[in-house]
């Protein structure tokens, strides 16, 4: 148990429905990223934020959105569903950002129909 | 661009013998290494990280990595293979920012009895 906690663990959806996947990061972890796990793509890196601001950003779509709260849990907003956003999203934290050890969530699985 | 790639998507083994998992990375400077480990149905753990203070490194379960800088890779091995080894194993690099990871696309090890 890595101490990172996301929500849903499953969530099926509609074509052009919104969603939003929550994570809690570890105990005083001040980052948090968002990952993308597909088939084609494999995993890859969506967004970061550190403290509440963004800190990096990856090959995240404009129709995906994230942010970070004062109590440093993390959503990842995403909208108007496309069959190809079916996906496993990860989410990690750090102690703080650059070149520190990520400890992933166990995921939520978005399937779209 | 920090990338890696994983020589083999598949490896099989009988229990008790070697694990080699091979790793090659191409890098502008001097990188950050891990390598993941994730079980069916299950979050990313970490086995290992090297970030430059010692070319073999020991990871979690009896797994250990040597980065080679001549030969630019970066290989897990076990000597001995458990049916608990059987898994997806990523290699990834930190990205040039040094906040994002980038991820090879996994080698799956098939352990048999």
């Known amino acids: 148990d890595s101490g990172v906690t996301q929500t849903p663990k499953h969530l099926i959806t509609a074509t052009g429905q919104r969603v939003t996947l929550r994570c809690s990061p570890r105990s005083g972890d001040l980052s948090v990223y968002w990952y993308q796990q597909s088939l084609d793509q494999g995993l890859q890196f969506l967004i970061q934020y550190y403290n509440g601001e963004e800190r990096a950003k990856g090959n995240i779509l404009e129709r995906f959105s994230a942010q970070q709260f004062p109590d440093l849990h993390s959503e990842l907003n995403l909208s108007s569903l496309e069959l190809g956003d079916s996906a496993l999203y990860f989410c990690?934290?750090?102690?703080?950002?650059?070149?520190?050890?990520?400890?992933f969530g166990p995921g939520t699985r978005l399937t779209v129909l | 661009a920090q990338s890696v790639t994983q020589l083999d998507s598949h490896v099989s083994v009988s229990e008790g013998t070697p694990v080699l998992l091979r790793c090659n990375y191409s890098?502008?400077?001097?990188?950050?290494l891990f390598w993941y480990v994730q079980h069916p149905n299950k979050g990313l753990q970490l086995l290992l990280k090297?970030?430059?203070?010692?070319?073999l490194v020991k990871g979690i379960n009896g797994f250990e990595a040597e980065f080679k800088k001549s030969e630019t890779s970066f290989h897990l091995t076990k000597p001995s293979a458990h049916m608990s080894d059987a898994a997806e194993y990523f290699c990834?690099?930190?990205?040039?920012?040094?906040?994002?990871?980038?991820f090879g696309k996994g080698t799956s090890l098939l352990v048999t009895p």
């Open positions: 890098s502008s400077y001097s990188p950050s």
């Open positions: 090297y970030t430059s203070a010692a070319t």
């Open positions: 990834v690099v930190n990205g040039r920012s040094g906040y994002a990871l980038n």
């Open positions: 990690a934290s750090s102690l703080s950002g650059k070149l520190d050890t990520q400890y």
